[in-house]
């Protein structure tokens, strides 16, 4: 103040004026750069796990988004490399091989996604199994063949998920019975999409979604604001892009498991890929089971179990479990858990 008093017009060179066209200056090239740096959305997809992956990421910069989609898809293979049933180097090959003669140790990954696999199982009375793989495997989908009833009988035994034995102190999983067979198909795109956001946020990218086939993740909101919007797909429409119904997902995931997904008609009936466990054959009853959770690797496996599990012992399952699910009979009737309700948005026949 004092000094201004004394000198109240400055000259250009003095320190003051120096400094506030340096502080304009910067303000300017702020100014650009936030102009430059505007939050846009960039999107990838890559054939992945046997499905289409799509990674869309918000960022300011295209170099910074690149390479977060670039490493969030190596992590997408990477796994794919350490779970892939058909890949006989795959550490699910190997336990398949080896883990009835005698234990086999696992990566502390494989470990945890096969323990998460169990949990998933207990929680819906082993509607969920990835034992399913000795029947599962008789069913050829590409060729539309269905196995006949004396194989399926003879290779049911073999399907329980108590039978797989896991230590932890060896990280080692053993299977009971031989001709026992893990098929993580149910749960891996899920832990795939959970993954790849890990991936993304330690890169730095603040909103981002991830969609394994059917099993999506995200977090963050749009460049604009607004929440990602899921939509889900009419089980008897024209396509992927004919849906009933949208969701916002907010920091949250969701899977959908259809019989539309893998199938083939035979003798009238609808021979699809999602196995009840207790008959060998293709769940009846269900067409559609939606779930929404925090994590991706619950979404996809719950899917799965309510799919098979009925409606009603579906929407039990979600209601023990705090999480929301929608479900649609082979009428076409929707079901869902009280909380989903006012929270989707129908554009094909109300409930
Ligand atoms: P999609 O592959 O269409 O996304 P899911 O996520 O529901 O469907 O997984 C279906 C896959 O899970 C099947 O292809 C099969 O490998 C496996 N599977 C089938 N039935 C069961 C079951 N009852 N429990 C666990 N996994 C199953
Ligand atoms: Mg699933």
């Given at each position: ?15 003051p ?20 740096r ?10 992945l ?8 990421v ?19 293979e ?5 779970l892939?049933?058909?890949?006989p180097?795959?550490e ?35 509607a ?47 299977l ?5 067979l ?17 991936v ?50 907010k ?6 498991s ?17 196995i ?13 089971a ?27 399952i ?34």
């Amino acid at each position: 103040m004092q000094s201004r008093s004394r000198n109240p017009r400055p000259d250009p060179g003095s320190l003051p004026m120096r400094l506030t066209s340096a502080l304009l200056g910067l303000l300017v090239i702020l100014v650009s750069s936030c102009e430059l740096r505007k939050e846009r959305m960039f999107r990838r997809s890559e054939f992945l796990m046997d499905t289409i992956v799509t990674i869309t990421v918000v960022s300011g910069s295209k170099g910074k988004a690149d390479e977060a989609i670039g490493k969030a898809f190596g992590e997408l293979e990477r796994l794919e490399g350490l779970l892939d049933f058909f890949s006989p180097a795959s550490e699910i090959s190997e336990i398949n091989r080896e883990a009835s003669a005698a234990p086999v140790r696992v990566s502390q990954e494989t470990f945890d996604l096969l323990e998460r696999a169990l949990e998933v199982s207990e929680k819906t009375d082993g509607a969920f199994d990835i034992t399913v793989g000795a029947v599962v495997s008789l069913y050829d989908f590409q060729g539309k063949k269905s196995p006949p009833a004396g194989l399926i009988r003879e290779r049911l035994p073999l399907v329980d998920y108590r039978n797989v034995i896991l230590d932890r102190e060896t990280m080692t999983v053993k299977l009971a019975r031989e001709g026992m067979l893990i098929d993580p198909g149910g749960i891996t795109k899920g832990y795939a999409a959970d993954r790849a956001v890990e991936v993304l946020r330690s890169e730095g990218i603040r909103a981002a979604l991830v969609a394994v086939a059917g099993d999506i993740r995200g977090y963050g909101s749009k460049p604009d604001g607004s929440p990602w919007r899921i939509g889900i797909r009419d089980p008897r429409g024209k396509g992927r892009e004919d849906v009933i119904a949208t969701v916002e997902l907010k920091d949250m995931a969701i899977s959908t498991s259809g019989d539309y997904e893998r199938f083939f008609i035979q003798d009238g009936k609808r021979i699809h890929h999602l196995i009840d466990p207790r008959t060998g054959y293709p769940a009846r009853g269900v067409i559609s089971a939606t779930v929404l959770a925090p994590l991706a690797v619950y979404t996809d496996s719950l899917a799965t179990a309510l799919f098979i599990s009925g409606v009603e012992r579906g929407l039990e399952i979600a209601e023990t479990l705090g999480f929301d699910a929608l479900i649609i009979d082979d009428e076409g009737g929707y079901h869902m858990t009280e909380s989903l309700r006012g929270r989707v948005e129908f554009t094909k026949g109300a409930v």
